[in-house]
């Protein structure tokens, strides 16, 4: 019998996996595809913070920066410009097998292409079926974690309810015929409510990608037609990936023996969609908890329930206010954005928000509140009250496996 069974080789999963490896726990992790990393649909871009608490093989980070050039749906751009870099993009397939390989120096074991398909308890732990694609077999441990990513099928089977908002993103690598620097686009033509980006990577390649509610197929082709027409890739005609990111907590990360950890769980910045350094903290915890559960053989889920107060401890207020300010944002139209943008850039505000000490690309709520604090208040709150006016409606529970299908067409 394992001592914990994790679900999912992405960066929470090895993460959780490697930590209790390396306090001698026998520990599985059990992963649907055949490769480590892929499909990848993910850009791969971590701050500052995150490499500090987390340090990350050097030879994976292609490229380091605290510059962008921000566009505004009227086309014009203005730059945010900071030394030291803030920002990091890194190799994501090789993230996560640098992760996979450290936890396997611990001791983890990994199951590769095999999906798991239900938990179930019994007297001295859980069974998770798992299924190669030959009859289904069974792994038992004493505690399982879910770390599987955006996929709502396990979670929902325990009876945690649904995430209550997501967002869907498009990617694809493309061919660069200039070097740019970062790029973020705003604008209900590209990517409404949400940004696009075109972030170089390796020397002559980059991510061109987005994030929406709906319909990212046809929104990325009109983006990568529009970078084509502009001269800045070379064609548009690339491979898409798509995937789907929380915008909100699980209502229950929680339960008798097992825990949710990463994108199942919800642990993402609802401001830019990144989970990666959210999910590292939440498989911090999750670790901790089940090592101090392991010790004493109590694996309740009142006991287990301070996995869920720890993490919310750490990240709950981040999220909360970071899902308002991304709700307010979503309620702007073309107009309202450059407006805000423009008050906000002529008044120096967004670059002196941008230069203090105190701002993180990780931790958003204090430049959040920074902005409400300041001069910008009274115009902010003027548009707000303009865009509050119905019509401008508040999307819940978007999209749940079979709808995200669907808007993925
Ligand atoms: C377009 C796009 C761009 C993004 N860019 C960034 C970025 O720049 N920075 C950032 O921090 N975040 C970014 N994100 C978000 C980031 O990708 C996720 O937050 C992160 O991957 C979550 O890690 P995880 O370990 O929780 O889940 P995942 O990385 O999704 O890993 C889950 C793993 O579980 C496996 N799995 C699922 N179900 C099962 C099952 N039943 N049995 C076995 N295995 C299973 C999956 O195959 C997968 O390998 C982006 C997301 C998108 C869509």
């Known amino acids: 019998m394992f001592d914990v069974v994790i679900i999912g080789a992405g960066p929470a999963g090895s993460h959780t996996a490697r930590r209790l490896g390396e306090l001698g726990y026998r520990v599985v992790v059990v992963e649907e595809h055949k490769q480590i990393g892929e499909p990848a649909c993910c850009t791969g871009i971590l701050g500052k913070d995150c490499l500090d608490e987390f340090p990350i093989p050097p030879e994976l980070i292609w490229l380091q920066t605290g510059t962008a050039r921000f566009y505004t749906p009227s086309g014009s751009s203005f730059t945010l410009s900071k030394e030291p870099a803030q920002a990091y993009i890194l190799d994501r397939v090789g993230l996560d097998r640098a992760l996979a390989a450290r936890a396997e120096k611990a001791g983890v074991e990994y199951l590769l292409h095999n999906k798991a398909h239900e938990i179930t308890w019994k007297n001295t732990g859980v069974e998770v079926t798992i299924k190669n694609g030959g009859p289904p077999s069974k792994l038992e441990a004493k505690a399982a974690v879910l770390a599987?990513?955006?996929?709502?099928l396990l979670a929902r089977g325990l009876g945690w309810g649904d995430i209550g908002d997501w967002v869907l993103g498009a990617q694809a690598e493309v061919e660069l015929r200039s070097a740019p620097e970062v790029e973020v686009y705003m604008g209900q033509n590209i990517a409404p409510g949400f940004f696009a980006w075109l972030v170089p990577t390796t020397p002559g390649m980059a991510l061109a990608g987005l994030l929406c509610r709906q319909n990212p197929a046809g929104r990325i082709k009109t983006f990568l037609d529009k970078l084509c027409k502009d001269g800045k890739i070379l064609s548009s005609q690339v491979k898409i990936s798509y995937g789907r990111v929380p915008l909100q907590p699980r209502q229950k990360t929680y339960g008798e023996r097992v825990l949710a950890v990463g994108d199942?769980?919800?642990?993402?910045k609802p401001t830019t969609a990144g989970g990666i350094y959210y999910g590292?903290?939440?498989?911090?915890?999750?670790?901790?908890?089940?090592?101090h559960a392991l010790q004493r053989n109590d694996?309740?889920?009142?006991?287990?329930s301070r996995y869920q107060r720890e993490w919310k401890k750490r990240l709950g207020k981040e999220i909360r206010v970071?899902?308002?300010?991304?709700?307010?944002?979503?309620t702007l139209n073309d107009k309202q954005i450059e407006d805000v943008v423009n008050h906000l850039r002529n008044s120096g505000f967004l670059q002196s928000v941008y230069q203090s000490q105190e701002f993180s690309f990780d931790w958003h709520s204090i430049a959040i509140i920074k902005t409400l604090g300041a001069k910008a208040?009274?115009?902010?709150?003027?548009?707000?009250?303009?865009?509050?006016?119905?019509?401008?409606?508040?999307r819940k529970n978007g999209g749940d496996e079979e709808e995200t299908e669907e808007g993925l067409g």
């Not at 590292?280 to 090592?291: D, K, R, Y």
């Not at 970071?322 to 979503?330: I, L, N």
């Not at 709150?381 to 508040?394: D, E, F, Q, V």
């Open 299 to 304: 694996f309740s889920a009142q006991f287990l």
């Open 148 to 152: 599987c990513g955006p996929s709502n």
């Open 280 to 291: 590292f903290l939440g498989a911090e915890i999750a670790a901790q908890v089940l090592h």
């Open 322 to 330: 970071g899902y308002w300010a991304r709700r307010y944002y979503e």
């Open 264 to 268: 199942v769980a919800g642990q993402v």
């Open 377 to 394: 208040l009274p115009h902010l709150l003027k548009t707000l009250a303009g865009s509050l006016l119905p019509g401008n409606r508040r």
